[in-house]
T-cell receptor
Framework: SQQGEEDPQALSIQEGENATMNCSYK?????LQWYRQNSGRGLVHLIL?????REKHSGRLRVTLDTSKKSSSLLITASRAADTASYFC??????????FGQGTTLQVKP | EPEVTQTPSHQVTQMGQEVILRCVPI?????FYWYRQILGQKVEFLVS????????KSEIFDDQFSVERPDGSNFTLKIRSTKLEDSAMYFC???????????FGNGTRLTVT
């Protein structure tokens, strides 16, 4: 597994707006995952996208993957205050040993 | 929905003491992990465990650390002689396979004084 570099480091938006976070990685991957961490809590898996997929949806989440650019994006539509959390991407050949970066800290203001 | 449970939620210990952090992974999961997060820092991988043995460990996981699955349900992390720098949140995780997402517990906050 390898660490993803999330960008931006911090994002502050109003409730109802969309939030977009980006992730870049260095070497080829078989899959890429996005996790969320609420303050002081464990990580929650959001979505896994495989290298042969370009886009995946889950509820208000949309993830894209561009293997040629070694990048991914996470879009949260119609954000809510409860979406306030840190978001991490991590990729690799398997999903076991995960390496996390600093993440994107999202604040959604009511 | 099944979840990974960790106990205790907060443990305070004195430097040099042994601590055991406990985890109950999801019942049909086969791969188990410990991660830690020092306050304000990244979540770091410690160790992975499969088929009753360690499959991979990080540099952090030195001789002071050990893991065990003493029965069919618990997965423990032992720190033999705690140091101040062991103060952190410790997260247990489990999964069904090597290409499946990890399920994390809510962590044990270890404070070493």
């Amino acid at each position: 597994s390898q660490q993803g570099e999330e960008d931006p480091q911090a994002l502050s938006i109003q409730e109802g707006e969309n939030a977009t976070m980006n992730c870049s990685y260095k070497t080829s991957i078989n899959n890429l995952q996005w996790y969320r961490q609420n303050s002081g809590r464990g990580l929650v898996h959001l979505i896994l996208i495989r290298s042969n997929e370009r886009e995946k949806h889950s509820g208000r989440l949309r993830v894209t993957l561009d293997t040629s650019k070694k990048s991914s994006s996470l879009l949260i539509t119609a954000s809510r205050a409860a979406d306030t959390a840190s978001y991490f991407c991590t990729g690799g050949q398997t999903t076991g040993k995960l390496i996390f970066g600093q993440g994107t800290t999202l604040q959604v203001k009511p | 929905e099944p979840e990974v449970t960790q106990t205790p939620s907060h443990q305070v210990t004195q430097m040099g003491q042994e601590v055991i952090l406990r985890c109950v992974p999801i019942s049909n999961h086969l791969y188990f992990y410990w991660y830690r997060q020092i306050l304000g820092q990244k979540v770091e991988f410690l160790v992975s465990f499969y088929n009753n043995e360690i499959s991979e460990k990080s540099e952090i996981f030195d001789d002071q650390f050990s893991v065990e699955r003493p029965d069919g349900s618990n997965f423990t992390l032992k720190i033999r002689s705690t140091k101040l720098e062991d103060s952190a949140m410790y997260f247990c995780a489990s999964t069904t396979g090597m290409v499946s997402p990890l399920h994390f517990g809510n962590g044990t906050r270890l404070t070493v004084t």
